[in-house]
């Protein structure tokens, strides 16, 4: 009963509705008004059941996580869970849009639940580095059974309502929340249900109180993958508790583990991802309410990989795609690609047997540049060469319906050069999907000079409607992520010809939580194509250079900087590179010594840093937190880290730009100087989130 939740009365129904946009997240005004309105229900004797839906357009979904790390402000949520599941008076959670985390866990203090058709249910809370901190560890198990709630709450997916109704998580599907719920309240008190407190009822625990290896099992599948993270395994140990212990003391155990997670640097990193992904879809310097155009279809030049995998990308969130190649066989040759790529996913249970001939009946392959004709926005993804860009948007300046967006998938070219051969320089600008594009989320959004703010807007919309998360860049070279990745492959390098071997850098990168180190992802990609472009701008990089004339080209002949063995993807360390590396440095009249883990650690992540530093200065990315977004989302950043400016502001940035002096010094190399930005800011002791506040003042 305050301005956000509201009681109204339709006879002997109660119905109890929260209306605070844009997610009715469990605010202090929420939990208060939740408390006040469910008493007085209970309290007003000619109520016989309540409904506890939301307007908008979502059910609760979650905590307010922008209260979190701040002071607790009451009243607390367990104080209404605790009155609602004691109600006499039956109370139904009517559910629509996504009940998520503490939403869910509202949900499940009430007595019964009912959900639209395409309502979530989930508790995600471990994407954040929580674990549910509502009684979702104790009473999911209870509802579902513990091998269904260990996968909810350990992976942190959501569950559709035809799932939960199968697993009686929900009682019913309804046309309507409100109505829906209202309907199901009369046939409660109509047919006196006993009410369903779940907090009493252990009967899905039983199997695994009998057999714990039914949830141990359950939980190893699904920690697998968790390196690194603590969340996943206090969450899994609190679901453990429901199994073992009464609800009460699971309970106790339950809040134990939130309040320790809910103050670590693990989820204090994951929050600030989750903001910083959505800050990132707000494009610095577009005026406000710029309305993206409508896209109905896409056109893709190139069916290479990347081609592919951005058709695929469409293909998946149900837009018609166009595919355009030189010739048939080129075409015949990336749509049999897709087409394997589809059915082996199928074949893993990734998506439904249907689903690669729906997704390909969406792909058009034709050959043709005249055929972007009817596209409201194009992808050109050919070779990566100036020329042949330049070549491909002449035509399509010719062929491309006016007002479409033309984009580029370069990865490095300079988006303004290649603007200018065409009469419509408003409408172009870079998409760079990062390989594979059928799964890698990031796309950096290249603003070129002349970019117009709607152009931008709509490659902004359309990449979260092909949920990829977009992060918009000025035009430099590599853009953001690669000209930052090229100051760590400049810097491992120099650490080979010092005394360090591939090995231990890779080590060092991989045990900080990244996916690969440079070494073995030189390999992966090919050595030979950094050795061609040495050769063609005539520089020399002695150690990878012997290794490609020794035929070394990385996984795929078998040895780079490892050695593979057949049909593995394992990189294993080689006594060959060693002697390489070794007969290099003596040729050379290097001297080595013992290079510490410490150093490599500063020398692979401080140069980025710094070059972050510059792409502020220059304005390439707008915020800190876009250069965060794209290393979690393109280079497999760990997200307990938040990204390497986050990361950066919880080293300390005097100690990074002391390092960096200090490294420049030692290493001659003037590159390492501080970057300009990043000594002001060490110099008056802050941060680089101070310039995101700075600019949210302004
Ligand atoms: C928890 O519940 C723990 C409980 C412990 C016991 C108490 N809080 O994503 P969108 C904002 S942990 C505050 O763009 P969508 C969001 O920042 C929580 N704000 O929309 C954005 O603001 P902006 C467990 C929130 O339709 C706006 O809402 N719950 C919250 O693509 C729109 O968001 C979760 O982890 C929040 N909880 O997706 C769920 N949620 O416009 C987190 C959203 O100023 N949320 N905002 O930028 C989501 O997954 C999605 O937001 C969504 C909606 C699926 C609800």
Not at 6 to 16: M, P, Q, S, T, W
Not at 98 to 112: D, I, P
Not at 126 to 150: C, H, I, M, N, S
Not at 442 to 470: G, N
């Amino acid at each position: 009963m305050n301005e956000v939740v509201k009681l109204e009365r339709h006879d002997a129904i109660a119905i109890v509705t929260i209306n605070s946009p844009p997610v009715n997240a469990l605010s202090a005004a929420v939990r208060g008004g939740i408390f006040e309105c469910m008493k007085a229900a209970i309290a007003d004797p000619e109520v016989k059941a309540i409904v506890l839906t939301c307007g908008g357009r979502t059910f609760i979904a979650g905590a307010d996580i922008t209260e979190f790390g701040k002071p607790p402000k009451p009243p607390g949520l367990q104080e209404a869970l605790v009155l609602m599941e004691n109600s006499p008076k039956p109370i139904i959670a009517a559910i629509h849009g996504t009940a998520l985390g503490g939403g869910l866990e509202v949900a499940l203090a009430c007595h019964y639940r009912v959900a639209t058709k395409e309502a979530k249910l989930g508790l995600p809370e471990v994407k954040l580095g929580l674990l549910p901190g509502a009684g979702g560890t104790q009473r999911l198990p209870r509802a579902v059974g513990p091998e269904l709630a260990v996968k909810m709450i350990v992976g942190g997916d959501p569950i559709s309502a035809a799932e939960a109704l199968k697993h009686g998580l929900i009682e019913e599907i309804v046309e309507g929340p409100a109505s829906g719920g209202e309907a199901f309240a009369r046939k409660v008190v109509a047919e006196k249900r006993p009410l369903r407190r779940l907090r009493d009822d252990d009967s899905k625990l039983k199997a695994a109180k009998a057999d714990r290896s039914i949830f141990t099992n359950a939980v190893a599948a699904l920690t697998k993958k968790a390196r690194g993270l603590e969340a996943p395994f206090a969450a899994a140990d609190a679901v453990g508790a429901a199994i073992d212990l009464p609800f009460d003391e699971g309970l106790k155990k339950e809040r134990e583990g939130f309040l320790k997670l809910v103050s670590s640097d693990q989820s204090k990193a994951q929050r600030y991802a989750f903001f910083s992904e959505r800050e990132a879809a707000k494009i610095a310097g577009v005026p406000e309410g710029t309305k993206a155009r409508p896209v109905e279809r896409v056109a893709i030049i190139g069916a290479g990989t990347m081609g592919g995998g951005i058709a695929m990308s469409f293909a998946n969130a149900g837009i018609p795609v166009t595919l355009i190649e030189t010739g048939e066989e080129q075409l015949k040759r990336g749509m049999g690609i897709m087409q394997k790529n589809y059915e082996a996913t199928a074949a893993r249970g990734g998506i439904p047997a249907d689903a690669p001939a729906k997704r390909m009946g969406l792909i058009t392959g034709v050959v043709g540049l005249e055929n972007v004709k009817d596209a409201d926005l194009v992808i050109e993804a050919v070779f990566e060469t100036m020329a042949v860009k330049k070549e491909v948007f002449t035509a399509l300046d010719k062929f491309a319906k006016k007002g479409a967006v033309l984009a580029s998938n370069t990865s490095y070219l300079n988006i303004d050069e290649i603007a200018k051969v065409t009469s419509r320089p408003q409408d172009v600008l870079g998409m760079h999907f990062f390989s594979p594009a059928n799964v890698m989320k990031l796309c950096e959004i290249v603003r070129a000079d002349k970019t117009a703010p709607d152009a931008l807007t709509t490659a902004v919309a359309i990449a979260r409607k092909i949920a990829k998360v977009p992060a918009v860049v000025g035009v430099c070279d590599g853009f953001v992520g690669n000209r930052m990745l090229a100051q760590r492959g400049k810097q491992a390098e120099k650490l080979l010809f010092e005394g360090a071997l591939p090995q231990q850098v890779d080590a060092v990168v991989t045990k900080f939580g990244m996916p690969m180190g440079p070494f073995a992802m030189g390999d992966l990609a090919g050595l030979d194509i950094g050795w061609r472009s040495r050769k063609d701008r005539g520089i020399k990089s002695e150690i990878a250079d012997a290794l490609c004339e020794a035929g070394r080209f990385g996984q795929k002949t078998g040895k780079g900087y490892y050695k593979y063995e057949a049909g593995s993807r394992a990189a294993l360390p080689d006594p060959e590179v060693e002697k390489l590396i070794d007969e290099t440095l003596q040729r050379l009249g290097r001297k080595k010594r013992v290079v510490s883990d410490d150093e490599i650690l500063e020398r692979m992540m401080y140069p980025m840093i710094n070059e972050g530093a510059r792409i502020l200065e220059e304005g390439i990315a707008a915020r800190p937190s876009d250069i965060d977004v794209i290393w979690l989302y393109g280079y497999g950043w760990p997200i307990y880290r938040g990204g390497p400016m986050f990361y950066a502001d919880q080293v300390g940035l005097k100690h990074i730009a002391d390092r960096l002096s200090y490294y420049a010094k030692e290493t001659n190399d003037p590159s390492l100087e501080p970057a300009p930005l990043l000594k002001r800011l060490a110099a008056e002791g802050k941060t680089f989130a101070s310039l995101a506040e700075k600019a949210k003042a302004a």
